[in-house]
């Protein structure tokens, strides 16, 4: 199976202070790829750099076996961060808009836009099975339909993996259940890659089936259903604390 994201010894740090140390990870088409950690620890951080935001201090990032420096097919990569579920409810956009917002742009404000990439637009909405809300203004809608909006909008480029950066924060557990529930749909049907970083680790555990954690600068693997009670993870995610509780404990 071929290797859609590599990191080699990879260092990063902010203002001289390291987040991320020798960082090694392949990541395979067809992985559905969750990373946890602390608050803090260097999630986005990873992601940023997999997406060519930030640049590592030392060692090599490739995307599909080519050097991150030199690769130019970024529509084959999404990107749906939290912040996305933070929308202005003035925002005077409709749901088709959004979507069909890099169409647009590439399209230009004020030619016609074709059939064909209309008819795009709402092809990505069925999926996401928002094809009924396509004249909604975005501000208008729950943060959950929001995501899933947000969802449609990676796919108009059909994206070969989709990056998720805690993409239920605020949404409530029943649409976070359905949004699970696509994100399956999206690697199982349509074969893309997911990688996701989230807090959570109880859900995360359950939906993926490759899981890493950030813990003291580095990734650690765990096996995919992972016995979080009887695995060393949440010491791992939280290690100093639970560290301190039992040096305590022996102390008495
Ligand atoms: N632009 C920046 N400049 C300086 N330090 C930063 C910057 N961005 C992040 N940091 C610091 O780097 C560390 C890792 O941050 P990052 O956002 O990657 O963590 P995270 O695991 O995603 O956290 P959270 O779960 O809270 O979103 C934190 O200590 C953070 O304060």
């Known amino acids: 199976m071929s290797k859609v994201v590599s ?4 260092y990063f740090g902010y203002e001289g202070k390291l987040v991320l140390e020798n960082i090694n990870v392949d990541i395979y088409e067809g992985d559905y790829f969750g990373i946890v950690g602390a ?18 201090l030392k060692g090599s990032i490739k995307l599909f076996d080519t050097d991150i420096n030199k690769f130019k097919n970024w529509g084959t990569i999404g990107y749906v961060n939290q912040k996305a579920t933070s ?10 808009e959004v979507v069909g917002l890099n169409l647009f742009s ?18 990505v ?13 975005i501000g208008n809608l729950s943060g959950g339909q929001q995501q899933k909006v947000f969802i449609a909008r990676a796919l108009i480029s059909s994206p070969k993996i989709i990056f998720l950066d805690e993409p239920t924060v605020g949404i409530d557990m ?8 696509l994100l399956e749909r999206l690697n199982k049907e349509f074969n893309i890659t997911i990688v996701i970083i989230s807090h959570d680790i109880g859900i995360i555990s359950e939906k993926v089936n490759k899981l890493a954690c950030i813990n003291n600068k580095r990734l650690i693997f765990h ?7 009887k695995s ?14 039992s040096h305590n404990y022996n102390e008495k």
């Open 7 to 10: 990191l080699k010894n990879v």
């Open 39 to 56: 608050n803090g620890s260097g999630k986005s951080t990873l992601i940023k750099l997999m997406l060519n935001i930030l640049k590592p």
């Open 87 to 96: 929308f202005n409810t003035s925002f005077p956009a409709t749901v088709e």
């Open 106 to 123: 590439k399209i230009g404000m004020f030619k016609r836009i074709k059939k064909k990439d209309l008819q795009k637009v709402y092809e």
């Open 125 to 137: 909405l069925e999926i996401v099975g928002m094809q009924n809300y396509t004249k909604k203004l």
């Open 174 to 181: 029943k649409s976070q259940e359905e949004f699970y529930e």
């Open 223 to 229: 096996e995919k259903n992972l016995n979080i009670s």
């Open 232 to 245: 060393n993870i949440l010491k791992e995610i939280y290690g100093d604390g639970i560290r301190i509780l």
